[in-house]
């Protein structure tokens, strides 16, 4: 069955340096997302991402968080310069369309990031 | 703002019960869906209730969407470790965005 892949698993970076988290879609997807969940909190939503720009996002993906989908396959979430409070799971979704009840959307299983 | 209220936050019970959860909000939503969280991974999606009343079966799973579309249930039969889980109920809160709610979590003794 096909599925989100998210690399790396765990990712350990110092305050004030850049991140890039890297998900792969399932390939016929064409709508993508990225969720965080910081440790004993809820999954909270923070960009939803179409045909090259970004759909939606909330308030939490501020200046410093920037989304790109460099080549057909790979979609990543930049984090600039790291702050302690980002550490979290951050969960890429994708799903086939949007506004359909049928339009589920598939979570990879999270890169854990750490900021020291 | 829409919230999605869950309890209770922790539930303990002895294999063989039955139990429920709830998922509660002041917002109507067009849909609710129910998913499963193991420590580590992402939520996976267990269900999608649409209409208002609608009742879902997955096994001995049962899962309810609330007349006005602002509350679901979730009703384990016969529990089995396996349960064992956080449980997380999410709406949609726009086309692309999904709000969820803090989860009860599940635990089954053998």
């Known amino acids: 069955e096909p599925e989100v892949t998210q690399t790396p698993s765990h990712q350990v970076t110092q305050m004030g340096q850049e991140v890039i988290l890297r998900c792969v879609p399932i390939?016929?997807?064409?709508?993508f997302y990225w969720y965080r969940q910081i440790l004993g909190q809820k999954v909270e939503f923070l960009v939803s991402?179409?045909?090259?720009?970004?759909?939606?996002k909330s308030e939490i993906f501020d200046d410093q968080f920037s989304v790109e989908r460099p080549d057909g396959s790979n979609f990543t979430l930049k984090i600039r310069s790291t702050k302690l409070e980002d550490s979290a799971m951050y969960f890429c979704?994708?799903?086939?369309?949007?506004?359909?009840?049928?339009?589920?959307?598939?979570f990879g299983p999270g890169t854990r990031l750490t900021v020291l | 703002t829409q919230l999605l209220e869950q309890s209770p936050q922790f539930l303990s019970i002895q294999e063989g019960e039955n139990l429920t959860v709830y998922c509660n909000s002041s917002s109507v939503f067009s849909s609710l869906q129910w998913y499963r969280q193991e420590p580590g991974e992402g939520p996976v999606l267990l269900v999608t209730v649409v209409t208002g009343g609608e009742v879902k079966k997955l096994k001995r799973l049962t899962f309810q969407f609330g007349d006005a579309r602002k509350d679901s249930s979730l009703h384990i039969t016969a529990a089995q470790p396996g349960d064992t889980g956080l449980y997380l109920c999410a709406g949609y809160s726009s086309a692309s965005k999904i709000i969820f709610g803090s989860g009860t979590r599940l635990s089954i003794r053998p």
């Open positions: 979704a994708s799903s086939e369309g949007v506004g359909r009840t049928t339009d589920t959307q598939y």
């Open positions: 991402f179409y045909n090259n720009e970004i759909s939606e």
């Open positions: 390939s016929n997807h064409l709508y």
